[in-house]
């Protein structure tokens, strides 16, 4: 009888520290993956979050590639979640405008329903166990291979003794672009330079329906050599994302905002954008911006 290789993973702790869409993915796929006769390796993920704040952190919308094999939505049907997905989103042709017909199918969901849908997938993974509200804040290499990381429980009052380590044989850094991990162990991968250009924009909604011509899919507006471009994202009937780049010197990127900077980042808007010459309805869908969903973001590579 023939014997069933081994898997380098088999039986080894994992940690993964983040729980969003990475890390939430990582689990659900090699829970999904993994050959039920081998020993499953013990996962623990590390959530800096309570659960349902991690879900309802984030407001905008997410666009899930499906044009080819290797993209988003071709993941979440080996996953067996596209049906879970598609159930919140909404499809349309992925024609952009100004380039060509490249996207042959997109997805646009809320991030909040996306997240909750992987979490709920990852949780039920076997031997998995989730500990939220808990930061990794360090992490080592051990002389026998292992690594060493160091968890603080966001929990704890900061007046207590609040921090732990536990050894792993594998670390996931699933915590974002500004990974604590990663500027531990691998600092070189974060020296990201300003690119010479910004992007402001947000999120509108309009009762009556998108405005044409952008109400069906993705458009780009582009200046005529004054170094603007707009992007518009419909995501539904009445909800529709812009986002306006342009070069200029480096700021600060933002995704809160006061009042009085909110209009502000409208005005600057408003203003590249007659520079730009750019006819209605781009007014209109700066104007209609939910404030909750504004930012500032810097192209860096």
């Known amino acids: 009888m ?20 990475a890390g939430s993915t990582f689990v659900s796929a090699l829970d999904q993956l993994w050959d039920p006769f081998l020993p499953r390796p013990q996962i623990t993920v590390l959530e800096r979050e ?31 979640l596209l049906d879970d997905v598609r159930a919140g989103a909404t499809l349309n042709s992925g024609a952009i405008w100004v380039w060509s017909d490249t996207w042959k199918l997109l997805s646009s969901i809320n991030l909040e329903l996306f997240e909750r849908v992987l979490l709920e997938k990852a949780e039920k993974a076997e031997k998995c166990t989730w500990q939220w509200a808990c930061t990794v804040i360090g992490a080592e290499q051990l002389p026998n291979g292992q690594i060493r990381v ?15 380590s536990q050894d792993c044989d594998l670390l996931i850094a699933a915590d974002g672009a500004d990974s604590r991990i990663k500027a531990n162990l691998r600092p070189q991968d974060l020296k990201l330079e300003y690119a010479g250009a910004s992007q402001i924009g947000g999120i ?16 780009l507006q582009m200046s005529s050599g004054e170094g603007v471009c707009c992007i518009y994202t419909p ?11 342009k070069m200029g010197p480096e700021r600060a990127a933002k ?4 009042i009085e900077e909110f209009t502000a980042l409208k005005e600057e808007a408003l203003k590249f954008g007659s520079i730009g010459k750019f006819a209605e309805p781009f007014n209109s869908i700066v104007e209609t911006t939910d404030p909750t969903t504004a930012f500032i973001r810097l192209a860096k590579e």
């Open 50 to 80: 309570t659960r349902e704040a991690s879900i309802e952190q984030d407001h905008y919308m997410l666009s899930i590639n499906g044009g080819h094999v290797d993209e988003g939505l071709a993941a979440l049907k080996y996953l067996g």
């Open 235 to 245: 995501f539904d009937n009445y909800t529709v994302g812009w986002a306006l780049s």
């Open 204 to 219: 509108s909604h309009f009762p009556n329906g998108v405005p044409h011509p952008v109400h069906e899919d993705y458009g």
């Open 255 to 258: 995704t809160t905002f006061t």
């Open 150 to 164: 160091t968890i603080s429980n966001n929990a704890i009052p900061s007046s207590t003794s609040s921090t732990l």
């Open 2 to 21: 023939a014997t069933t290789p081994g898997h380098f993973l088999s039986g080894k702790r994992i940690i993964v520290a983040g729980g969003g869409i």
